[in-house]
């Protein structure tokens, strides 16, 4: 369950932190399109639900 006053927007190194990964993997993710990311400014940012996504599309193709 969230709160609140969770961010809806992640900085990658924390996003990294949470998956288990490297930054250097969430960068490359981004790059790829597999993570989605957002521009603020000059920031790439990615939204909690894009790393709810994100695994919930590793699980299922894991599942196949």
Known sequence: ?????DPL?????KAAELLGIGR?????LMRSGA???VR??????IPRTALIEFVT?????NAA
């Open 40 to 45: 603020v400014g000059g920031l790439r940012r």
């Open 57 to 61: 599309c590793l699980e299922e193709e």
């Open 24 to 28: 250097t993997k969430v960068y490359a």
């Open 1 to 5: 369950m969230t709160s609140d006053l």
């Open 35 to 37: 993570l989605r990311s």
């Open 9 to 13: 927007l992640i900085r990658p190194e």
